[in-house]
Structure formats: structure tokens, C-alpha cells
């Protein structure tokens, strides 16, 4: 198990290696293209190219890589800070730390100010709705297969495939079209801020509400395909003709194997509902991880921009890593293999 976690932890080192050297080739790769974002528009050619010069952005992109690598691990001081380029660029935290992210244009402040507090906010509504999309993914996929045909698998069925396949942005409108403009019993934003009428928890019912909706029908649907299969295997029949009780073969037998297919795909959903619920946040201006990415992208802010895409690269890789040793110890034939 020790030689099966070292492989993978090393699989994850170079997964964010390679990560980041893609994300800077995307991003940084054209010269001068940085100078111009950090002075806006309105710069003249002649200002472009002598902070090009500066920051000596027209290095072969290996030293360029090498040295932003070094500025995000702490192995060198931030050349933005340099008082010399005049950028009045401030981080409390000082000009050379392990984990320095840069500086946000967009914002005017250090990315490490930032993209933490947004990847709260969107850990704090991944989470709420982490806690409803589990426990009932699991409760109508093991009803579900457990009754494959019946009229209840029917009916589950149906309503997973209709949830899954309307857009974000489609039941966030019908949703507020309902509770705020119809029925006015909810606040149609999600600022995060009590100072208004709303509190903190009825701004966060309807975009809980919308993920709720768009991600639970797909993962009953692989609880539901998993536990019908099982219910068919060779064991599960010998345990009822030896009489034992249906609620027992299912729970105490099925149910355990059923699991384990699942298990990699609910931990799957920690990486969407953190990094790819940006419709929803736009929808409701939530100010989380997805919304930030979006008005960087559009704004150009290269460093929010090279920042957010290692922190989703992570939360992948780390969700992922927890799946395969999940999926080993609850699997004893990969384990024993």
C-alpha cells in the first residue's frame, strides 16, 4: 500500500508540473503580452516595451518559466515588487514567499487575497449541496436498483434523467422567475452580506437548490445502474433462496459491492460543484471560485487566471488521489493485486 500511495503521490507531482508549464505557455508565452495586461489599454508602445525590458519578459520561455516558478515556490522576490517599475504592487505578506501567486490587475491587490476567500465562498455552497446530493443520489439509486423495473425505478429514473439534462442556467431562471419574482419569498443575488433584508442562509437556498437539482440525478443514475447490475450476480440469488430477507441481501450483501463504482464518481462531484459551477454564480453573483475565473478571463488577468487554473488542477488531483486509495480499501481484489 506504502509503494501504491508513493506512485501515485508522484503521479500528482508531475500531473502539476506539466499543469503548470501548460498554464504558463497559454497564458505567458507571447512577449510583451504581460507588460500590456499589467498596464492596461492606454499604455503607449514605448512604456509596454520598457517594462517588457524590466521584467525581461523577452527571455526564452524555459528562463521565464524557471523564474515564475521560482517567484510561486519562494525562491526568488517577486519582480513586480520592485519600486524601480512603479506598479505599487503591495503584498503584506512580502515580496518572496513559498506559494507567492502574483498580482491581481483586476482587483489591484495580491492574488493570495483573493482567490482564497472566493475558494471559501465556493467550498462553503459545494458544500451544502455536497450534503444533500449524496445522502439522496444514494437513497433513490439503491431504491431504484433494488426494484430495477418496478414502477418506483421508473419513476426515479425518469426524474434523474430530466433534472441531469436541463442546463444551470435554465432551472436558476425558472427558479427565480418562481420564488423571487412570482412568489417574492427569496432573494434573487447571493451577495454573502446580511445587511440587506435577506440572511446569509435565503440567499443560499436557490443556488444550493440549482446545484441540487442539475447534480443529483446524475449521480443516482450510476448509484441506480450500479445496484441493478449487482442485484443481478449469482451470490445475490443464492442468498435469497436460502431465504434470507430482501432488505437483508440488499444492505448487507449488494449494497457494499454496489459502492464501489460510485465512490470514485461522488468524489468527483467535490471538483465540480468547488471549480465548475460558474454558471451559477454569475446567475446569482455569488462571489465564489468560478465567478473570479470568469471576470479574470474576460478582463485578462493573466495571474488569477494561472493561479485558479493550478488550484482546480489540485482539487482534481487530489480528489482523485483520495478516490484510488478509497477505491483500493473498500475493493479488496485491487488491493490484494
Known amino acids: 500500500m506504502t509503494r501504491f500511495i508513493m506512485r501515485r503521490l508522484s503521479l500528482m507531482v508531475m500531473t502539476m508540473v506539466v499543469s503548470s508549464m501548460i498554464v504558463f505557455l497559454v497564458t505567458e508565452a507571447t512577449p510583451g503580452s504581460v507588460a500590456r495586461k499589467l498596464l492596461g489599454p492606454f499604455a503607449t508602445p514605448e512604456q509596454v516595451a520598457m517594462l517588457a525590458d524590466r521584467l525581461l519578459l523577452n527571455d526564452p520561455i524555459p528562463v521565464r518559466y524557471a523564474r515564475w516558478l521560482g517567484t510561486l515556490l519562494g525562491v526568488i522576490a517577486d519582480p513586480l515588487s520592485d519600486p524601480v517599475i512603479g506598479l505599487k504592487y503591495e503584498n503584506p505578506r512580502g515580496n518572496q514567499y513559498f506559494g507567492n501567486l502574483g498580482y491581481s490587475t483586476l482587483y489591484k491587490t495580491a492574488v493570495d487575497d483573493v482567490i482564497w476567500r472566493r475558494l471559501l465562498n465556493s467550498g462553503i455552497l459545494a458544500g451544502l449541496a455536497f450534503a444533500i446530493v449524496v445522502p439522496l443520489s444514494l437513497l433513490l439509486g439503491i431504491w431504484s436498483g433494488a426494484r430495477e423495473g418496478a414502477i418506483v425505478d421508473r419513476v426515479i429514473s425518469l426524474i434523474s434523467i430530466v433534472t441531469s439534462s436541463i ?166 481484489r485491487v488491493r490484494f493485486a
Open 167 to 332: 442546463p444551470e442556467f435554465a432551472s436558476a431562471v425558472f427558479l427565480i422567475a418562481v420564488f423571487v419574482v412570482v412568489l417574492g419569498v427569496l432573494p434573487g443575488t447571493a451577495p454573502l452580506s446580511a445587511a440587506g433584508q435577506w440572511s446569509i442562509a435565503q440567499q443560499l437556498l436557490l443556488p444550493v437548490f440549482v446545484l441540487v437539482l442539475y447534480d443529483f440525478g446524475y449521480v443516482t443514475r450510476i448509484v441506480r445502474g450500479a445496484m441493478a447490475d449487482e442485484m443481478t450476480k449469482p451470490y445475490v440469488r443464492t442468498a435469497i433462496l436460502k431465504g434470507m430477507t430482501f432488505r437483508r441481501v440488499v444492505f448487507r450483501h449488494a449494497l457494499p459491492n454496489a459502492l464501489i463504482v460510485p465512490f470514485t464518481v461522488i468524489l468527483l462531484q467535490i471538483q465540480f460543484l468547488i471549480t465548475g459551477v460558474v454558471v451559477t454564480e454569475v446567475i446569482f453573483a455569488y462571489p465564489g471560485f468560478g465567478r473570479m475565473l470568469m471576470e479574470a478571463a474576460l478582463f485578462g488577468d493573466i495571474a488569477i487566471i494561472e493561479a485558479a487554473t493550478l488550484v482546480a488542477v489540485s482539487i482534481a488531483v487530489g480528489t482523485q488521489f483520495i478516490g484510488d486509495i478509497g477505491y483500493m480499501l473498500i475493493n479488496p
